[in-house]
């Protein structure tokens, strides 16, 4: 797909003038989902075609999708391959979700005069030490853009500084923090648990700390402590069982609970290893402390907004350098735990297992800062509408 080539069935579900929205993996994609409803909502004349780069992102995608939409890997940016590709779907509009520089879509775009629009622009750290070195080229690319939505006032500020017009520049903040979490709602039995069993999620684990986690594990031993694990790639799942099995603990993967609920089990209940995609939200329901991966290594953590939307007490390490704005926000806010290494996690866990109280506070503060940040959708549709070609009553259904 990458190189323009589509199945006849996939162009024969072109019905409608099409609006592109892509977004380059799965954290991008998840935080895509209120814009897209609020874009088939308002614009039911067109036909969205959302693209990623990742086969990861293109399985969230699929599962995000509506019937309608069409769901596409981006072209590789090679202007014959981008040229024939924008004439098959011909976009009325095409959005990038943060802050992807496709230097040949984008000037191809600006010559059919097609609006091309930044939405969530973020420039982490290091991206921007990146595009500094090659600023004399990015300037005139990004000069073609219609518009930038960024995240944060220092995004904005970045991105003025490598030559987007200032005009064209503004804050309407993370859309991230606008995250619908739909889907099923498991009950602890659905695991084998007992609704007085603690149930601990390292969501999002890499390789290095899964060993931690499991030792800590180990090293609590209480009855009533429960510890599900989901790696963030979940072709690790075999490995992680290996990592287990020599520290003398059992596992058992997650089936799909809708189907299967886990029997109950006698303690030592094994530890519960999530090998499924697109189920974690769900589980996170039914989490009472949360550890947020890819923080205790330099892997810059990911998303907490998803636990803090069901209220939950959050701890991550202090590698959250991919999530910064956001995690000092929570920990600001006393929303969340941060912690330096294993002895620290360790003790955090213990601290919140004794005292409920705390549990309960730390998740009701992460549930409070998420809704006071709740909005830049709205904003992006304000500036989206715009730049749409023509009122949707003018285009045939």
């Not at 202007?79 to 979700?97: A, D, E, G, H, R």
């Not at 503060?365 to 940040?373: F, P, T, Y």
């Amino acid at each position: 797909m990458r190189l323009g080539f589509f199945s006849s069935s996939l162009l024969a579900k072109i019905k409608k003038p099409t609006i592109w929205l892509h977004a380059v993996s799965v954290g991008e994609i998840s935080s895509a989902v209120s814009l897209l409803n609020n874009l088939r909502k308002k614009y039911p004349g067109y036909q969205l075609v959302i693209s990623t780069v990742t086969t990861t992102g293109n399985r969230i995608a699929q599962q995000v999708a509506s019937d309608k939409d069409l769901v596409v890997y981006l072209p590789y940016d090679l202007s014959f391959i981008v040229n024939k590709v924008i004439k098959k779907f011909s976009p009325q509009l095409f959005i990038i979700l943060e802050t992807e520089i496709w230097p040949n879509l984008i000037s191809i775009l600006s010559e059919k005069r097609i609006p091309l629009l930044i939405v969530n622009g973020r420039i982490s750290n290091k991206s921007f030490k990146k595009y500094q070195k090659v600023k004399f080229l990015l300037s005139p690319v990004l000069r073609k853009v219609n518009f930038y939505c960024m995240q944060t006032k220092e995004d904005s500020q970045r991105i003025i500084s490598l030559g987007a017009p200032q005009e064209k520049v503004g804050i309407t903040g993370n859309m991230k923090f606008d995250l619908e979490v739909g889907g099923d709602r498991y009950k602890k039995s659905d695991l084998g648990l007992k609704e007085e069993d603690i149930l601990f999620v390292a969501a999002s684990t890499h390789r290095g700390e899964e060993e931690i986690i499991l030792g800590i594990y180990k090293e609590i031993d209480r009855k009533n402590l429960r510890l599900l694990i989901a790696p963030r790639h979940i072709e690790r799942t075999a490995e992680i069982e290996k990592v287990a099995q020599k520290q003398g603990l059992a596992t058992q993967r997650i089936p799909n609970l809708n189907k299967n609920p886990l029997p109950a089990s006698p303690f030592p209940l094994p530890v519960l290893l999530l090998d499924t995609i697109g189920e974690l939200s769900s589980l996170f329901n039914i989490a009472d402390i949360v550890f947020v991966g890819g923080s205790l290594v330099k892997r810059g953590g990911h998303n907490i907004l998803e636990p803090a939307f069901f209220g939950k007490p959050i701890l991550f390490g202090r590698y959250m350098f991919n999530f910064q704005e956001v995690a000092a926000l929570f920990l600001q806010g006393k929303g969340a735990i941060v912690v330096d290494n294993a002895q620290e996690l360790k003790e955090a866990i213990c601290n919140l297992l004794d005292n409920r109280g705390r549990r309960e506070e730390l998740g009701k503060r992460a549930r409070q800062i998420l809704e006071e940040n709740r909005g830049a959708t709205e904003r992006n549709m304000e500036v989206i509408g715009r730049f749409m070609p023509k009122p949707v009553r003018d285009v045939a259904e």
